[in-house]
């Protein structure tokens, strides 16, 4: 038996406490594309023990909308408006769980400017990647919270990194 095929990363789930306020955000800190909503406040939610069960989301959560936004060439972000009894925080480095999405940027102190401008917060300045693996002269990352606090990461790697003398395979940005 073959394995399927895996094409890449369709898409990334984010919950937001208000879909209309993250819709902008997106769009002014990355240039964001709403390609569809599809659902909103004003049409029926989507709750019940079959989508809880669905989804895995805790008994009595209320999805109110739904929308899918282009970020460049890069996998979308689906944004879910939810509200529900227990909601946790947004997770920390240290927690268990995917905790962040990387944006690839060819200019790295604009970038982190507009997403600041835009209402976002850098927890650093953009800073020279720290992993000998993925050192390069130019090559940087900066760490940043988005205004409901989901991480995010902005990382550059104009120059050739090390890990391309240690195998042929290649990050998507590095492909010759």
């Known amino acids: 038996m073959t394995a399927p095929v895996i094409r890449g990363v369709n898409h ?3 919950t937001v406490p208000d879909i209309e306020a993250a819709k902008s955000f997106l769009v002014e800190a990355f240039g964001g594309q709403v390609i569809y909503q599809s659902f909103g406040p004003r049409d029926p939610p989507r709750q019940g023990p079959e989508f809880e069960r669905a989804v895995g989301a805790f008994p009595g959560t209320v ?3 739904q929308a899918m936004v282009k970020i460049g060439t ?3 972000i689906e944004l879910f408006e939810m509200h529900g009894p227990e909601q946790a925080q947004p997770i920390r480095a240290s ?4 905790t962040h999405f990387a944006l690839y940027t060819d200019d790295i102190d604009a970038s982190v ?3 600041e401008r835009a209402g976002g917060t850098p927890l ?7 992993y000998a693996t993925e050192k390069g002269p130019g090559n940087k990352v900066c760490y940043c919270r988005m205004p409901w606090g989901t991480t995010m990461e902005f990382i550059t790697t104009p120059d050739r990194m090390a890990y391309h003398e240690q195998t ?5 940005q590095d492909e010759d």
């Open 12 to 14: 990334i789930g984010i």
């Open 124 to 130: 650093t300045a953009p800073r020279a990647i720290p």
């Open 113 to 115: 400017e507009r997403f």
């Open 168 to 172: 042929d395979l290649r990050r998507w």
């Open 74 to 76: 890069g996998p979308d």
């Open 95 to 98: 927690d268990f769980g995917i």
């Open 63 to 65: 999805v109110r909308a």
